[in-house]
């Protein structure tokens, strides 16, 4: 039997944990349905959860802009524009990630 300063723990786990339930919770937390799982399909991962560093794009008028012509312009623009909707969708999945682990009780 497991024991904490030298009195007998109940309840502690000192082997692998293994549920076979439908719902789960931890800390408190009252047991939810296991979340949907994720699609992943790039391996590097981070914990920094930073905002936006870049503007919008859309309100730009032109102007001189030193060799760019319109039309390469307007391919910049599409193209921050692209990339600022790439990372507003990893910032949604990183939101979905943290609500899952937050309904489970994993997070706060």
């Known amino acids: ?3 904490i300063n030298g009195r ?6 000192t082997g692998a944990l293994q549920h076979t339930g439908t719902t789960a919770g931890v800390y408190g937390v009252t047991p939810v349905t296991r979340p949907s799982a ?3 399909t790039y391996a590097t991962a981070d914990k920094t959860h930073a905002n936006f560093t870049s503007a919008d794009l859309a309100a730009f008028t032109g102007g001189l802009v030193g060799f760019l012509d319109g039309s390469e312009r307007d391919g910049v623009r599409t193209q921050v524009n692209a990339l600022r909707a790439v990372v507003a969708d ?3 999945l990183v939101n979905s990630v943290i609500d899952d682990l937050q309904s489970e009780g994993w997070l706060q």
């Open 8 to 13: 007998p723990a109940f309840g502690v786990i």
């Open 90 to 92: 990893v910032k949604q």
């Open 1 to 3: 039997m497991a024991t």
């Open 38 to 40: 994720y699609t992943q």
